[in-house]
């Protein structure tokens, strides 16, 4: 069974009002069971021109999962807490 993954690359645009984002996004991983890999760690450019800024790597058990989350009560209120503070580029990727 393969699982999936969401990967986000997050411009951080007003850090304070992000934090609500930031609150109300863990709050729905915890209810939706997401695994963290990454979570804003340090990024070092290996090759080509591509900076991500903040990173994120959710694990999820199934691409269904991973898009019930997304799909969420609790997601779709961070989402909301989160305009104007940031801009968000997201993907799910089926994995191993």
């Known amino acids: 069974m393969s699982s999936a993954y969401i990967i986000a690359s997050v ?22 069971g997401a695994e963290v890999c990454v979570r804003g760690g340090r990024v070092e450019v290996l090759e080509g021109d591509w900076n991500p800024g903040r990173t994120v790597v959710l ?17 779709q209120q961070a989402k909301a807490a989160r305009l104007g503070a940031a ?6 990727v089926e994995g191993i």
């Open 87 to 92: 801009v968000m580029r997201m993907v799910c």
């Open 59 to 75: 694990k999820f058990p199934t691409m269904e999962a991973a898009r019930a989350f997304y799909e969420s009560a609790e997601y």
């Open 11 to 32: 411009t951080v645009t007003n850090p304070e009002q992000y934090e609500d984002y930031r609150r109300l996004s863990t709050q729905a991983m915890q209810v939706h």
